[in-house]
Structure formats: structure tokens, C-alpha cells
């Protein structure tokens, strides 16, 4: 029952550019969400938008939905080595308790 | 601050072992999850439970049963390990009910040799 899939799988890119990931869904949500993970650890939450919510920024993340299209894209802005991580993006049923994670696009930022 | 502790960070067992995978939080939440992560697939949803005693299959529950006796700690049990369960164990937990943030564990990664 996976729903959201991250596109693209991999990212490369050097400090400085901007990172954008993108995440599909098949059925209606209430929200969706994404999360980071560093290699071997567990997730961390970044950020949840609503599905009457079309944007929404936190520090140098930037999260637009599409609930027309069933999209979202997170964008990183000025990227870290730092940043360098597995990216998800997780939706909940309508009503339901669990959320549905994808497969997470890997982000490697390099200096 | 929010914490989710896993038992152990890493974890080797033989085939037909009785593994147990413990997960403490200490936020009063009210939802537990248990997942396994494993290359090319993702977070999968093993079980989870909204309440003490309460318990719900999540998309692969064969192989595993869970228990939670108390509000704070969702366990985790491979009844007979078989190499196949060799993963990643994630655990979390969520304030309420419905599609709330997750808070995770470490991780626990198993072999099963």
C-alpha cells in the first residue's frame, strides 16, 4: 500500500546549488509530510503541510503541494555537506492512523 | 526534549532464535510503530498500536507479533528469526491519533545468520 514515491531516486550536487525533490501520491490526504535521514540513523521530521496548504517554509526549506496534480516538492536552498541525507515523503489515508513513506531520494552534497 | 530509544543499536542472532526488539518513549504518546527498512524498498510498516494492549497489522506482519503492556514501551518479536528478517528496525511514536509527526528511534540493525 506505498503511496508516495520520490523522484529522483539519487541527487548530486555541489554546496551552494538548491536541491529539489519531488513526491507523488495516489489517493486524497489530509497532509503529507517529509522526513530526513542520515545514513543509519533513524527519521527526523522536517516539515508537514496540510492539503489546504499550497506552501510552506521552514528555515531553508520550501514545501509546495499540488493536491490537483498529487504532488509535492521539497526544495533546499544553498545546500550543506550537511544536508547530505536520505529525503522521504510520507502521506496518511483519509482517516487513517498510519502514514505511507516512498522510497526516499538520496541527496549527497559535496564541497 | 522528545526521545524514542531502541535497545540496541545493532544485533546478531541465529536462525530459530526468539528475538525481542524493545522501543521506549518518554513522551506520553499515544501511538506506537513498528518498521523495517530495507535497500530499494523503503519503510515498510510491520504493526503499530494507539493504545495499551491494542495492536494493528501494518502491510507485513508475517513472521512478527508486538506487544504493548505498557503505554511507554511496544515490543517487538521475531518468533523464529530466518535470514530474510535480516533489516533495519525502526521504531516510532505519535502524540494522537490519526497521521500525526513521527518521532523515531536509531534504529536496530538485525543480521540473521
Known amino acids: 500500500s506505498q503511496q508516495g514515491e520520490e523522484d529522483p531516486q539519487a541527487l548530486s550536487i555541489q554546496e551552494g546549488e538548491n536541491a529539489t525533490m519531488n513526491c507523488s501520491y495516489k489517493t486524497s490526504i489530509n497532509n503529507l509530510q517529509w522526513y530526513r535521514q542520515n545514513s543509519g540513523r533513524g527519521l527526523v521530521h522536517l516539515i508537514l503541510i496540510r492539503s489546504n496548504e499550497r506552501e510552506k517554509h521552514s528555515g531553508r526549506l520550501r514545501v509546495t503541494l499540488d493536491t490537483s496534480k498529487k504532488s509535492s516538492s521539497l526544495l533546499i536552498t544553498a545546500s550543506r555537506a550537511a544536508d547530505t541525507a536520505s529525503y522521504f515523503c510520507a502521506t496518511d489515508e483519509q482517516a487513517g492512523t498510519a502514514l505511507i513513506f516512498g522510497k526516499g531520494t538520496t541527496l549527497s552534497v559535496s564541497s | 526534549d522528545v526521545k524514542v530509544t531502541q535497545s540496541s543499536r545493532y544485533l546478531v542472532k541465529r536462525t530459530g532464535e526468539k528475538v525481542f526488539l524493545e522501543c521506549v518513549q518518554d513522551?506520553?504518546?499515544?501511538?506506537m510503530f513498528w518498521y523495517r527498512q530495507d535497500p530499494g524498498l523503503g519503510l515498510r510498516l510491520i504493526y503499530f498500536?494507539?493504545?495499551?494492549?491494542?495492536?494493528e497489522k501494518g502491510d507485513i506482519p508475517e513472521g512478527y507479533s508486538v506487544s504493548r503492556e505498557k503505554k511507554e514501551r511496544f515490543s517487538l518479536i521475531l518468533e523464529s528469526a530466518s535470514t530474510n528478517q535480516t533489516s533495519m528496525y525502526l521504531c516510532?511514536?505519535?502524540?494522537?491519533?490519526?497521521?500525526?509527526?513521527?518521532?523515531f528511534g536509531a534504529g536496530t540493525r538485525l543480521s540473521v545468520l
Open positions: 516510532a511514536s505519535s502524540p494522537r491519533q490519526g497521521a500525526d509527526i513521527q518521532y
Open positions: 513522551m506520553d504518546h499515544e501511538n
Open positions: 498500536s494507539y493504545d495499551v494492549k491494542m495492536k
